[in-house]
């Protein structure tokens, strides 16, 4: 008897291991019912579908490698459905760069000269609640006008902790592609110090983020150790697209991209879902999904708008926003100073909140919009901030 259970149990073993490859496989469409059957006939199984891109994700036996996958005909990519890291953290040193407070912030705009008219200070509610980087692209200056209200913001990242005051009155509900069985909480704390910069809420308490009357939807794709499958990234898009964002927000990179998230990028587009993305914390080349060109890339810069030595940087830049000491909302309750272009991200996609509110309608003339309210930092390349920073007054002028 033991040796049969130990029989019974490298066989399982075995058989795990033989199943341990995920394949994005995508396709002609009309050859799907017959890579869904090649599957099968490889001894695999179809995992996930999707719904607006050609591609399902196929758990396949460890043998089958993919040039034996595009002999099936119809097959036109076929990628590894890797679990890897899509956040990381900026180096602690960038933590400790003493920022300015409201007063100093100010006092400084006083003495260099105003980038817009002075009704920008009028503007400003208690320092306390308006964290440096808010004010930095001179959020507050538009609410009167446009804080976002009824723009509907995704933020894909590891959910949002939507029991956080900060965040509880414009949190509207989520997906958990992670676990669909699930809601989209936040179990690791990332995605919900973004949202609070996205859209914390204005009511004299706590932090208020860039767009604070805009709708948050939780997307979790990321798990408690801020990693993921790229299917995971690619159905949280999906559900972005088909529930009518207005805004997606992905402060997430990887190196390298396929063709399935190429595919639902240009969906996004298509929709009218304007996608802001970090550029990446690595100092190189930006990374994806920010290097598709429907993506608005976002660079990270300092209190001394220079561009933060981790940033990563390119021609896919589209804009820079303030990444290093950026307070939020944190996973629990409370607030946390984090650094890195996941926080430059949010950023952008509240001020694209803000254009949309306005009334500036498709991701092409929001673009344009955050461009013409940008404005080109001294002493850096296009590389480094694209079109600059944005200015939110110069968004509802």
């Not at 589209?318 to 629990?332: D, E, M, Y």
Request: aromatic share 6%.
């Amino acid at each position: 008897m033991k040796k049969l259970f130990i029989a019974v149990s490298l066989i399982l073993v075995a058989a795990s291991a033989a199943r341990a490859a995920q394949k994005i496989i995508t396709y002609d469409r009309e050859f799907k019912p017959a890579v869904k059957a090649a599957v099968k006939w490889m001894g695999g199984s179809v995992v996930r579908e999707f719904r607006l891109v050609d591609a399902v994700v196929a758990d396949l036996p460890e043998h089958i490698k993919s040039v034996d996958i595009y002999s099936v005909e119809g097959v036109r990519d076929v990628a590894d459905d890797s679990y890897i890291r899509w956040i990381g953290s900026a180096p602690a040193s960038m933590l400790e760069i003493p920022l300015p407070g409201m007063d100093s912030f100010l006092g400084a705009m006083d003495r260099d000269g105003p980038a817009v008219p002075e009704a920008r200070a009028e503007a400003v509610p208690a320092a306390s609640e308006i964290p440096w980087g808010v004010a930095r692209v001179n959020a507050a200056s538009a609410w009167d006008h446009a804080a976002g209200g009824g723009v509907k913001v995704a933020v894909i990242d590891t959910g949002i902790d939507y029991t956080h005051p900060d965040l509880a009155p414009n949190y509207k509900g989520g997906y958990n592609a992670v676990d669909p069985s699930a809601p989209p909480l936040d179990d690791q704390g990332h995605g919900t110090h973004v949202a609070g910069t996205i859209a914390a809420v204005k009511d004299g308490a706590g932090v208020a983020g860039v767009a604070p009357a805009a709708d948050l939807y939780g997307v979790k794709v990321l798990d408690k150790n801020g990693s993921g499958q790229y299917s995971w990234i690619i159905a949280g898009i999906e559900w972005a697209v088909e529930n009518r964002m207005d805004v997606i927000n992905m402060s997430l990179g990887g190196g390298s991209g396929n063709e399935a998230l190429r595919q639902i990028m240009i969906k996004a587009g298509e929709a009218g879902v304007t996608v802001v993305c970090a550029a990446g914390n690595d100092g190189g080349a930006v990374n994806y999904p920010a290097r598709y060109p429907q993506a608005i890339a976002v660079s990270a810069s300092d209190s001394s708008d220079r561009i933060a030595s981790f940033s990563s940087r390119g021609p896919e830049i589209a804009f820079i926003a303030p990444g290093v000491g950026i307070r939020s909302a944190r996973k629990g309750g409370g607030h946390v100073s984090l650094s890195g272009t996941s926080m430059a991200s949010p950023h952008v996609a509240g001020l694209a909140a803000i254009a949309i509110g306005s009334g500036v309608k498709g991701p092409e003339r929001v673009r344009a919009a955050l461009t013409g309210a940008a404005s080109r930092l001294p002493s850096l390349g296009s590389d480094e901030q694209g079109s600059g920073l944005v200015d939110a007054f110069l968004l509802v002028r």
